[in-house]
């Protein structure tokens, strides 16, 4: 790997952790001091120039990534793709961006309003990707975003930087089952995602994958300090599609889920799902 790729992907983690405590914790519980591999960190965005997931795409290609595979959420509207790096040891990657054209008026306004605020020039400085929000947001248009989408609410909150990052538990010494990682972190505290079950996937679909809600920080909004789900972290348990090849690509139902877990309201919907 070469230098500024490893000072990149230590930045990005630099910046999460800041938002994330409980991710160096995830780190202390699982590995007991020993390093910890990650299958992939995930970024999210708008399907605004000038920061469309193509764009934010080409540091990754510039690292000498490749694009994989594709996602659609209906639902939640978004789609997502996944791009690999022929070095086993760097993190696959995972960007979505919300198709904000299918949203109101009302949500079109805000988002654009925000877009409008960041300067194309710095979007193509690979520092962009752990770069935060670059723009003002009050509290109430903060709120606004999350009656319609808990991603564009997100979004605005925390703007460019790791989502998440995601333990790869086939290289973790100790585990043989997500489920041991699952009762080893709620014993530890953790409070994870039951949206869809606490594991979503299953060796059938050759991944399995559960994450913590996400962590609690106090955002600057224009008008007031309020406190709001961050960034989370995710584990997740590859299968073999062939002797020695490990399942590389994601698996959209499961994914669905996973964005659940920087909902502020997650609770309710696990309940409405019934797998509370
Ligand atoms: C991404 C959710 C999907 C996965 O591994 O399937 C995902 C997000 O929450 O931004 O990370
Ligand atoms: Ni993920």
């Given at each position: 790997?070469?230098?500024?790729?490893?000072?990149?992907?230590?930045?990005?983690?630099?910046?999460?952790?800041?938002?994330?405590?409980?991710?160096?914790?995830?780190?202390?519980?699982?590995g007991?001091?020993?390093?910890?591999?990650?299958?992939?960190?995930?970024?999210?965005?708008?399907?605004?120039?000038?920061?469309?997931l193509?764009?934010?795409?080409?540091?990754?290609?510039?690292?000498?990534?490749?694009?994989?595979?594709?996602?659609?959420?209906?639902?939640?509207?978004?789609?997502?793709k996944?791009?690999?790096?022929?070095?086993?040891?760097?993190?696959?990657?995972?960007?979505?961006?919300?198709?904000?054209?299918?949203?109101?008026?009302?949500?079109?306004?805000?988002?654009?309003?925000?877009?409008?605020?960041?300067?194309?020039?710095?979007?193509?400085?690979p520092?962009?990707?752990?770069?935060?929000?670059?723009?003002?947001?009050?509290?109430?248009?903060?709120e606004?975003?999350?009656?319609?989408?808990?991603?564009?609410?997100?979004?605005?909150?925390?703007?460019?930087?790791?989502?998440?990052?995601?333990?790869?538990?086939n290289?973790l010494?100790?585990?043989?089952?997500?489920?041991?990682?699952?009762?080893?972190?709620?014993?530890?505290?953790?409070?994870?995602?039951?949206?869809g079950?606490?594991?979503?996937?299953?060796?059938?679909?050759?991944?399995?994958?559960s994450?913590?809600?996400?962590?609690?920080?106090?955002?600057?909004?224009?008008?007031?300090?309020?406190?709001?789900?961050?960034?989370?972290?995710?584990?997740a348990?590859?299968?073999?599609?062939?002797?020695?090849?490990?399942?590389?690509?994601?698996?959209?139902?499961?994914?669905?889920?996973?964005?659940?877990?920087?909902?502020?309201?997650?609770?309710?919907?696990?309940?409405?799902?019934g797998?509370?």
């Amino acid at each position: 790997m070469s230098h500024s790729v490893e000072q990149f992907f230590d930045n990005l983690w630099n910046d999460y952790i800041k938002l994330t405590p409980s991710a160096a914790k995830v780190h202390q519980v699982l590995g007991q001091g020993r390093s910890i591999i990650n299958d992939h960190v995930a970024f999210r965005t708008f399907n605004l120039a000038p920061v469309r997931l193509e764009t934010l795409a080409k540091h990754f290609e510039a690292m000498g990534y490749k694009a994989c595979g594709d996602y659609a959420f209906e639902a939640k509207k978004l789609v997502a793709k996944h791009f690999e790096h022929s070095d086993p040891t760097l993190p696959k990657i995972f960007i979505s961006e919300l198709l904000v054209e299918e949203f109101s008026p009302e949500l079109q306004r805000i988002v654009k309003s925000l877009v409008a605020q960041i300067d194309a020039a710095d979007v193509a400085k690979p520092e962009f990707l752990y770069s935060g929000a670059h723009w003002q947001i009050s509290s109430t248009d903060y709120e606004q975003l999350l009656e319609e989408s808990e991603y564009a609410a997100w979004m605005a909150a925390f703007g460019f930087r790791a989502n998440h990052f995601t333990v790869n538990v086939n290289e973790l010494p100790d585990y043989e089952s997500l489920e041991q990682v699952n009762e080893t972190l709620k014993q530890a505290g953790f409070r994870l995602n039951t949206s869809g079950g606490e594991i979503k996937g299953s060796r059938e679909v050759f991944l399995e994958q559960s994450s913590t809600m996400a962590d609690h920080t106090a955002v600057r909004f224009s008008d007031m300090e309020k406190v709001v789900p961050s960034c989370f972290y995710e584990f997740a348990k590859r299968y073999e599609v062939a002797p020695n090849q490990l399942y590389t690509g994601f698996v959209a139902a499961s994914a669905d889920k996973i964005f659940e877990s920087t909902n502020a309201r997650a609770d309710a919907s696990a309940e409405q799902d019934g797998s509370a």
